[in-house]
């Protein structure tokens, strides 16, 4: 819902002037001061906007505010520049109304800047897109750019402005804006030449020479030295607050945006550099034959750069600064000019050249940013004219200035006036007259066709004969005398002949805004504007192209003999043209106050204000206002505003406003003389009576706020109550819940426990009743077992005892077969073949398979034994084995050989060379060599021989030699005789008959003997193919030596006889071995 709110609504002061309660200008000032205090620099009259100049940037012209005032209507929110823009815009917009907005005020109290709010404000609230912003930036940006040539610093404001401005926004149906169109009224161009203490010349100078590049002012001929210029006051050439560079740089930038080209940039500049440096001729004067001086330029520098620049010829410029040229019909008069005539020449050239400038530049921006469609356009006017001033020194432009003022106030009581008087017809309300001042008197004065001041300037500058300042005072004196405004020491007004503050040389008008003495020296000469013919000859011939544009009258071919236009005149009929416009549209004011003289923020000077509250006829505004009404209001809002002070219209009303307000004022006992129902607005007369409708609306709000309050606060109680309830009855019934669930799950527990106990000490009988049912069955089936058992036995008693002892028998050495066989198992002696453990017998009935069960243990683990061993080993294995089958408990030497093994060829005979001819005669593969002692019958001593063995024979040989010295054939060997005892000595017996058994058997003697006699046994059965070879082993045997048989006995020796055996021969038959008996 939208929110209505009011201007009445946190009021500082009163909003709105008209509200004053009492109504005197102390209040006027007082309340003026509370708001300025407070920052509310803006009050209203009505609909008239009293702006003071806050001389500080305050937040209150943001784009929020700009929204916030947005399609609002005046009285809604707080005084503000907007409102009335708004206001004018929506008019202009919505009832298709052209609007003017009159902004007046003295020099300094905030004109040009409240322009610049309404245009900004319009141009934020208007329409967008590309175009429209292009136009809305063209219009806001021409304000930099004739600010920049057309203001200046004065005592009174540092930007103030020196021409009037009228400028119309042309915008079109729909309220988007099309263009423009600017008017400028008579710029003070007498400030080009001369500009009084404390002030400066127009901005664009300083700002020229302080902001151009190097290069640009090298180009203009320009130094940036502002003491080198004489035109440019020196004593305040920098202004506080003011950057001239950078103003420089956005006012090219502004004329860059408004349109302007470069090269017209350049142009512009060229002409600004020029009047510079016109300001820099001097003249001298140099003596003529006719007794006169002539002025002649004194240094010629500046007069040629200045020709330079603006393509003139020099000598043409120089003459024209020296004679003066009058034509009159078909005449040429040259006359020469002294210097005071040659300056005055200079200087009107320098303010014509510069004034013409700025026209131009306003034809120039009006070229950009008029409306291209041809369409009936909506306008909207915005005046932002010269304030009026009182100098110490006032001259003619001062009264011009001031005269054009003059106007705008009379324009402004007259259509103040007329527009009260209208809504009171259109109200249907009546009228009564109310006296104001009105200054028409004063205006009639000055602009009167026949005896206005400025009609008798006029006359004065075209009389012919001697015109001076002075013959037009004599004039004004002569003629306005008796006028209750104009006031002069030699007036036929007697009254002023004593008065030591008004000089002979001046006059004093009583403006509305307040007396002004005007001084007349320079009126005739500015009210002529006099430029010689000469001069603007010069400017046309120029080469430049815009300073030819600036001086056509230059022209020779269009000489025009007829008196150019006072100034005065001029002036008169465009401000003449712009009343009759401002008529036409409906006016929106803005009186803007100045609130103190040293152009600082927060000073509130009363004296000042109070004037410019005077001379603005503000407390007539309000009384004019306040004539009939002070306070009018349309019958909606009002009834809304006020709809609680009654029973019947509060809170809603429903049938026609107008009634509303009338039932309600009949129930507030206003009485009827204090107020008139208009056809849409209800007019209070007295803001007494107004205030006393406040005072109790606000009362009323009050009790209404209680009252909501009252309510708001039992609501929320009570709902904080029920919110409470709720939550409590949800509280408790959880915990109700949680108490139940506890003491359910206590019970349960209990009840379980209970149960399990119940059920335990049940089943628990139940248990002990089926064991004891258990246990009398069992005993029943054990005693039916035993009885039956005893049945059965009884009955099976005969068979019984046949069979059973083998059943048990068996039972029992099955059982005892199983445990033996377990046990042994679990004692099982190791694998080693050696390993002789085996478990004690258990059982003598076992002995059989016990040894049995060893043996085969045995052979099995011998088995696998063997079963590891490579054929190598195997070999010599078998040998091993069958010399123990052979040897073993046979001969005492057995035992020894066990552990030595088998070397087979001692002598290496293949390595070794001692042998290599006995080993070539041994073909075969020798299976053992070595050296044997050969006994020699005859003495039973030995003689070392070496014995080989091959597969088919065995060889003797000589150990030195090598020489066979006999190579038996195995199948020659029939037996071999050994001993039982620990010797060497075997014999080995040959086959009767055989060629070998020649020399007869051989008695050797070895080391090695199981060896040998091991390894023959096994090349013999191989080689011999025979069974076995006979091997007697006693220890008596017979060897054939020869023919003679001798027989070799072998005895027991004692250990004295040394460690081996010994033989000695005992006889032709018998050879005695003597054994060395074993330790
Ligand atoms: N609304 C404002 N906010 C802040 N400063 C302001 C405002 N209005 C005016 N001023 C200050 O006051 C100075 C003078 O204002 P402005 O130039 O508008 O006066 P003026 O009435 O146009 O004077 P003149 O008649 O000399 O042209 C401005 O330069 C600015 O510093
Ligand atoms: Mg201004």
């Not at 929320?716 to 959880?734: D, E, I, N």
Request: glycine share 6%; with cysteine.
């Amino acid at each position: 819902m939208e929110v209505k709110t009011s201007l009445l609504d946190n009021m500082i002061g009163v909003g709105d002037m008209v509200l004053l309660e009492p109504l005197n200008e102390d209040s006027f000032i007082e309340n003026l001061r509370k708001r300025f205090d407070h920052n509310e620099i803006y009050t209203y009259i009505g609909s008239v906007v009293i702006s003071m100049n806050p001389y500080r940037s305050l937040s209150i012209f943001t784009p929020e505010k700009v929204e916030e005032y947005r399609n609002r209507n005046f009285y809604e929110l707080s005084p503000h520049i907007y409102a009335l823009a708004d206001e004018a815009y929506r008019s202009l917009r919505d009832q298709d109304k052209d609007q003017c907005i009159l902004i007046t005020g003295e020099s300094g109290a905030g004109k040009t800047e409240a322009s610049k709010l309404v245009m900004s404000y319009v141009a934020a609230v208007c329409g967008r897109g590309q175009e429209v912003n292009k136009v809305k930036e063209q219009l806001l940006q021409s304000n930099p750019v004739l600010e920049a040539f057309g203001n200046a610093k004065t005592v009174r404001n540092d930007n103030s402005s020196r021409f009037g401005k009228y400028m119309d926004i042309e915008f079109d149906f729909k309220g988007d804006p099309l263009g423009g169109v600017i008017s400028n009224y008579l710029l003070e161009k007498s400030r080009v030449c001369k500009q009084p203490r404390g002030e400066r010349n127009f901005h664009i100078f300083y700002q020229l020479l302080s902001g151009a590049s190097g290069d640009t002012l090298t180009k203009l001929k320009l130094d940036r030295d502002f003491s080198k210029y004489n035109y440019l006051s020196l004593d305040s050439a920098t202004v506080n607050g003011l950057d001239d560079a950078a103003s420089f740089r956005t006012v090219r930038n502004a004329m860059q945006i408004v349109g302007f080209m470069e090269d017209e940039v350049q142009l512009v500049l060229e002409l600004v550099a020029a009047v510079l440096k016109l300001g820099n001729i001097e003249f001298k004067p140099e003596s003529r034959v006719n007794g006169f001086d002539e002025s002649r330029v004194k240094d010629k520098n500046d007069l040629k750069e200045m020709c330079e620049l603006l393509g003139i010829e020099q000598s043409v410029l120089e003459r024209a600064f020296s004679y003066r040229t009058v034509e009159a019909k078909m005449e040429k008069v040259s006359t020469t000019l002294n210097v005071a005539q040659a300056y005055y020449a200079r200087d009107a050239l320098a303010k014509n050249l510069y004034s013409r400038l700025f026209s131009w530049l306003v034809t120039r921006i009006n070229e950009s940013i008029k409306a291209q469609a041809k369409t009936r356009h909506k306008v909207m006017g915005v005046l932002d004219i010269y304030g009026f001033e009182i100098f110490e020194d006032n001259s003619f432009e001062q009264f011009i200035i001031n005269y054009c003022n003059e106007k705008l106030q009379q324009i402004f009581i007259e259509l103040t006036l007329r527009e009260e008087q209208e809504e009171y017809v259109r109200e249907g309300i009546e009228w009564t007259n109310i006296e104001y001042f009105n200054n028409a008197i004063i205006c009639d004065l000055i602009e009167n066709n026949q005896n206005g001041i400025l009609a008798m300037l006029d006359e004065e500058c075209l009389r012919p004969g001697t015109v001076t300042d002075d013959t037009f005072l004599d004039k004004l004196n002569t003629i306005c005398a008796e006028h209750q405004h104009f006031e002069s020491r030699l007036s036929k007004n007697s009254k002023f002949l004593t008065d030591h503050s008004l000089p002979h040389s001046c006059f004093r008008i009583q403006h509305y805004a307040g007396k002004v003495l005007y001084r007349v020296e320079g009126f005739v000469d500015k009210n002529n504007d006099l430029l010689y013919r000469d001069l603007s000859q010069a400017m046309y011939k120029a080469t430049h192209s815009l300073m030819r544009q600036l001086f056509p009258e230059g022209n020779p071919a269009k000489v025009n003999l007829k008196r150019p236009l006072t100034a005065g005149f001029q002036f008169k009929a465009s401000v003449g043209g712009l009343m009759r416009n401002l008529q036409t549209k409906n006016p929106n004011y803005i009186r803007c106050i100045k609130p103190n003289d040293k152009k600082a923020a927060h000073i509130f000077t009363d004296s000042l204000v109070c004037h410019q509250v005077r001379y603005l006829g503000l407390m007539e505004n309000v009384r004019v206002r306040r004539a009939g009404y002070a306070f009018r209001q349309p019958y909606e809002p009002c009834l809304e505003r006020y709809k609680m002070l009654c029973k019947q219209t509060w809170p809603h009303w429903r049938g026609p406003a107008r009634d509303g307000v009338e039932v309600l004022l009949t129930d507030c006992s206003v009485p009827a003389e204090e107020f008139a129902y208009g056809r849409s607005k209800i007019f209070i007369r007295n803001p007494r009576t107004l205030f006393t409708l406040e005072e109790r609306r606000r009362a009323c709000l009050e009790d209404l706020a209680t009252l909501i309050q009252k309510i708001y606060r039992g609501w929320k109680c009570r709902t904080h109550f029920l919110l409470l309830k709720k939550s409590q009855v949800v509280v408790a019934a959880w915990y109700r819940r949680y108490a139940q669930q506890k003491k359910y799950e206590k019970i349960k527990s209990a009840t379980l426990v209970m149960q399990s106990f119940t059920r335990g000490w049940k089943a628990r009988k139940i248990l002990r009743q089926l064991k004891y049912e258990k246990r009398c069955k069992e005993a029943v089936t054990t005693i039916a077992a035993y009885w039956h058992g005893t049945q059965v036995r009884r009955e099976y008693r005969k068979f019984f005892r046949a069979n059973a002892g083998k059943k048990i028998y068996c039972f029992i050495i099955q059982r005892i077969m199983q445990k033996y066989f377990l046990g042994l198992k679990t004692t099982v002696p190791s694998m080693s073949p050696i390993d002789n453990t085996w478990s004690a017998q258990p059982y003598s009935f076992l002995e059989g398979a016990h040894t049995e069960l060893r043996r085969i243990f045995h052979l099995w683990r011998c088995k696998k034994h063997r079963g590891q061993f490579t054929e190598e080993k195997k070999a010599v294995y078998e040998e091993k084995l069958e010399a123990s089958e052979i040897f073993k408990n046979k001969k005492a030497l057995y035992p020894s050989s066990v552990s030595q093994p088998f070397k087979g060829d001692y002598l290496e005979i293949h390595k070794n060379p001692k042998y290599q001819k006995l080993n070539s005669a041994v073909e075969e593969k020798v299976l053992l060599a070595d050296v044997v002692n050969k006994i020699n019958r005859a003495n039973g001593k030995g003689s070392p021989r070496l014995f080989l063995l091959t597969k088919n024979n065995f060889v003797l040989a000589d150990q030195k030699t090598g020489q066979v010295k006999a190579s038996v054939p195995l199948p020659d060997l029939t037996s071999v005789s050994v001993s039982t005892q620990s010797d060497g000595f075997f014999a080995l017996k040959l086959k009767e008959g055989s060629a070998s058994a020649a020399k007869g058997d051989f008695l050797l003697n070895s080391e090695h003997l199981i060896e040998i006699i091991t390894k023959l046994h096994r090349t013999w059965t191989t080689a011999a193919d025979k069974d076995q070879i006979n091997i007697d082993i006693s220890d008596e045997f017979l060897v054939q030596f020869k023919q003679d048989k001798v027989c070799v006995k072998f005895i027991q020796g004692g250990p004295k006889n040394g460690t081996s055996a010994a033989c000695k021969r005992k006889n032709n038959r018998l050879l005695e071995v003597s054994v060395p008996s074993s330790p």
